[in-house]
């Protein structure tokens, strides 16, 4: 699973449905690591991944000003601890359920849904009861206000909310399915509720809306790629035992298959390596029983590439005879090994999902890799060139390096251009609704410039008539 889109952490979300994809974090652990003592609520909290979009790096838990950069402009997170001037400290049980599941808030505010409350809505209301008391007091105050969203126009009509919300969310709360077991419904609510992966793994709509046709099918996130979870054995994770799925749910690493990058990095990080047992493989169970939804590829995303020895053969070679094997020699292979094979601290490149997707690469060599689980820290450089603390390379040399690895360890058929490479880093493919936005203020004027000159027609006709 992967999470999330933008320029490393905030970029990626558009109005509506888009903004429902911002739920990842700066690497904040924040102490969730969960005790045999911990309350319901806490674990809620948890699984739901609360602290991710409400607190920011080096600040204190869930008091907001987190900024999630969209193309719409910058959101901020809200303050959710108890304090009655800055926080939800006011809020009864009623309103908090009201803002989690439907995306009002106390006072009437329309919340943009960078608060995934189209997931959320399926909550139970015991859930809803045991979040509202963990915040109310085990949760600090923290009497801090946060930045204002300001979204240009039209985004900043929050009352535009109504509409879409009347076009696109729920309030039916989770309802068992009596054919299938306890454990696969208690996959559901996760996947589609509570742990809302499916906000970032469903495709999307014109309006950004999640299209339920294709539930889980994969979708782009701005500058990740949120790939197919069903239980396809190409396009998706059918081939994967269900062992293997928690194993990367709750380390971010399957030998031979997969590691964790980017939002999903983050997700392991701060929310799934603290879920039980029990909770993780009840998401296995459902994933792999959902419907099998085909999305083109040729072959399973880890079964791409194989060990090569390239690297070995051009030793000796000058830059101008192969520039993305030059900054592979330098950047890369020690670490990975000039074969590709990596070692038991850094992963191989081939049989990676990783290098099957050119997005994916690139945005992991330009923005890096890391995720602390169970205290470790797994960690690669970012190279882009806003990196610090490394060799930077530029848009052209992280093209040639992505497609040496492609071409040598990952899908070959993928080819990426120093353009390619400028997209990722500016957040990825413009969504459709945010290019069409920039209409319309010109669309809004040529309406009243044509209605004034229907006007002055009629007008000149009638006096004419006269």
């Given at each position: ?10 970029v ?12 990842a ?27 991710a ?12 000003g ?61 859930d809803?009861?045991?979040?509202y ?35 696109f969310h ?8 009596p ?5 696969v419904?208690?996959?559901d609510?996760l ?9 970032c793994?469903?495709?999307?709509n ?23 979870i ?92 192969n ?37 994916n ?65 500016e ?40």
């Amino acid at each position: 699973m992967l999470r999330y889109a933008g320029k490393g952490r905030g970029v990626g979300r558009t109005f509506a449905g888009l903004f429902t994809l911002m739920m990842a974090s700066g690497g904040l652990a924040y102490g969730q690591a969960l005790d045999e003592n911990a309350s319901a609520g806490k674990r809620l909290a948890v699984a739901a991944d609360c602290v991710a979009c409400h607190s920011v790096p080096g600040g204190k838990a869930f008091a907001g000003g987190y900024a999630l950069n969209s193309p719409m402009g910058t959101i901020y997170s809200t303050n959710i601890t108890p304090s009655k001037t800055a926080g939800i400290g006011n809020y009864t049980e009623e309103q908090f359920a009201r803002a989690v599941r439907d995306g009002v808030a106390a006072d009437g505010t329309h919340l943009y849904p960078a608060m995934p409350y189209t997931s959320y809505s399926k909550m139970t209301d015991s859930d809803i009861s045991a979040l509202y008391d963990y915040f109310m007091h085990e949760v600090q105050p923290v009497d801090a206000a946060t930045p204002k969203t300001e979204l240009a126009f039209p985004f900043n009509i929050r009352g535009s909310m109504i509409g879409w919300n009347a076009l696109f969310h729920s309030d039916k709360r989770f309802t068992p399915d009596p054919a299938k077991s306890a454990e696969v419904n208690r996959g559901d609510y996760l996947v589609n509720g509570l742990a809302h992966c499916d906000t970032c793994h469903t495709p999307r709509n014109v309006l950004m809306a999640v299209d339920n046709s294709r539930p889980l099918a994969g979708g782009s996130l701005g500058s990740w790629f949120a790939p197919n979870i069903t239980s396809d054995k190409v396009s998706g994770i059918g081939a994967w035992s269900a062992n293997e799925i928690v194993a990367y749910l709750r380390t971010g690493h399957v030998e031979g298959k997969a590691q964790a990058a980017g939002p999903m990095a983050e997700a392991v990080e701060n929310s799934l390596q603290h879920l039980s047992d029990a909770d993780l493989k009840a998401i296995a169970a459902y994933l792999l029983q959902t419907q099998p939804i085909k999305t083109g590829e040729a072959k399973a995303r880890h079964e791409y590439g194989q060990a090569s020895n390239d690297e070995l053969t051009l030793r000796g070679g000058t830059p101008e005879d192969n520039p993305g094997w030059h900054i592979f020699s330098g950047t890369c292979a020690n670490c990975h090994q000039p074969n590709g094979q990596g070692n038991k601290e850094y992963p191989s490149l081939f049989h990676n999902t990783a290098t099957s997707r050119s997005d994916n690469l690139i945005a992991a060599i330009v923005y890096g890799v890391h995720r602390e689980v169970d205290g470790v820290a797994i960690d690669m450089p970012a190279f882009g060139p806003d990196a610090l603390f490394t060799d930077r390379l530029n848009d052209q040399q992280i093209a040639d390096v992505t497609n040496y690895v492609l071409s040598r360890y990952g899908n070959a058929d993928k080819v990426v251009t120093a353009a390619d490479v400028a997209q990722v880093r500016e957040g990825g493919p413009k969504a459709p609704l945010a290019v069409l936005a920039k209409f319309t203020i010109p669309a809004i004027i040529l309406v009243c410039v044509l209605i004034g000159l229907i006007v002055m027609a009629l007008i000149a006709r009638r006096r004419k008539g006269a």
